[in-house]
């Protein structure tokens, strides 16, 4: 029987019935009513008869298929059967790739940024970015492609161990709890059993914390007297006394609009995107409080923001500004504008405040996930009153003997 050739396969046209060309030696051509072109292979074992599909022409040539024949006698000749073998090999193929899938989407990396999507939300663009950022640096290229379920506490230490070498232990603090966060998001999606993250309580080393200094109850009458006889540039002195007044965060004082206020109502307005935690802030003001608002748009005109730049009446105060003046006062080292927040709260605490109510005032989030969910009230009238016994407290601190 003569062998075919690539014209002989090339010419072979599709017929009102199946139709074979054979090669030899047990292989031939298939030509389906389609004009499919396949590649067969027939062959006995123990004497019964039996075939196998090698592949398709022209993805598989002439020259291809004779080899694959040679292949398929040979495992006859040992009593294997290529369709059996054929088939135990795509088998293995098909769990190769399912495993590699599920590897892709079960990996930290993937399974990181899933938790990310979920928790934007939450977040401030700022703060998201900053996460993203140290998982990428610190990370993904370590554990990145490993599946959440095979990560082991000796991997996570790996990782954190090489952000300690380079002194960054805030960073290795702050890696440590995204890691956990991350695989306690893959237990709860049921993509692990368990965090192997929360056994590495006590792994990393530590930075004594230094908290912002703040001022005791003591201390506040010499430096109210100080800050008001004070030759300080008036904006910076009005925006200093301020965030005392209202208690908040010094970025939200310089970041503050007009348009944040409602006189009527007697409330500051602070939109979420402006807040640390990603969460709108009311802040009810005191009569000294809009005094000071009034005062300053007596000055720069009520449009853009309340407390204009010294050097730039268009933008917002510098962020040094405020530190810069607590250091003209004299305390430099004694005491920080952040810290005043401290102070408001460890007063209003003794004076027997409810400690809602001031945490709401400081805008500190309920921790507690079940607590926060009942706890929605903003307790504005309460709030307007702590708020007013503040200030009155300290016009009367600056004014004592």
């Known amino acids: 029987m003569s062998k075919l050739t690539a014209l002989e396969i090339r010419n072979a046209k599709k017929k009102n019935k199946p139709y074979k060309l054979n090669d030899g030696k047990g292989l031939y051509l298939h030509i389906a009513v389609s004009g499919l072109k396949s590649w067969v292979y027939r062959f006995k074992i123990n004497k019964k008869e039996s075939m196998v599909t090698m592949g398709e022409h022209p993805t598989m040539s002439l020259q291809e298929a004779r080899a694959s024949r040679v292949e398929a006698r040979e495992l006859v000749k040992t009593g294997k059967s290529p369709a059996h073998v054929k088939q135990k090999k795509r088998q293995a193929e098909i769990a190769k790739e399912i495993a590699e899938k599920k590897v892709a989407v079960n990996s930290f990396e993937q399974v990181a940024h899933n938790w990310i999507d979920t928790q934007k939300n939450n977040w401030t663009p700022k703060h998201s970015h900053a996460v993203q950022k140290t998982l990428e640096k610190d990370v993904f290229p370590f554990i990145g492609e490993i599946s959440v379920e095979e990560i082991t506490p000796p991997l996570i230490l790996q990782t954190l161990k090489r952000i300690e070498k380079r002194g960054a232990l805030v960073i290795a603090a702050k890696v440590l709890q995204r890691i956990t966060a991350v695989l306690r998001f893959s237990v709860q999606c049921g993509l692990a059993t368990t965090n192997p993250a929360t056994e590495m309580k006590g792994v990393l080393k530590t930075r004594k914390v230094k908290h912002q200094p703040a001022l005791p109850h003591t201390d506040l009458p010499e430096f109210l007297r100080k800050l008001s006889e004070s030759d300080l540039h008036p904006t910076t002195k009005l925006a200093l006394k301020f965030t005392i007044l209202t208690a908040v965060r010094t970025g939200e004082v310089r970041g503050a609009k007009w348009?944040?206020?409602?006189?009527?109502?007697?409330?500051?307005?602070?939109?979420?995107?402006?807040?640390k935690m990603n969460t709108p802030h009311i802040v009810p003001l005191s009569q000294?409080?809009?005094?000071?608002?009034?005062r300053i748009g007596v000055m720069w005109g009520e449009t853009g923001y309340i407390f204009p730049g010294i050097r730039q009446d268009s933008q917002q105060l510098s962020e040094n500004t405020l530190l810069y003046a607590m250091y003209r006062l004299g305390y430099h080292g004694k005491a920080t504008v952040h810290g005043f927040r401290a102070t408001f709260s460890t007063i209003a605490n003794e004076s027997g405040f409810e400690p809602d109510i001031i945490e709401k005032s400081l805008a500190h989030e309920e921790r507690n996930a079940v607590r926060k969910a009942y706890n929605r009230s903003e307790y504005i009238e309460q709030r307007r009153k702590l708020m007013q016994w503040w200030a009155d407290l300290l016009d009367q601190l600056e004014h004592e003997d």
């Open 288 to 294: 000294q409080a809009i005094a000071i608002l009034k």
């Open 259 to 275: 348009r944040e206020i409602d006189f009527d109502a007697g409330l500051w307005k602070i939109p979420a995107k402006r807040m």
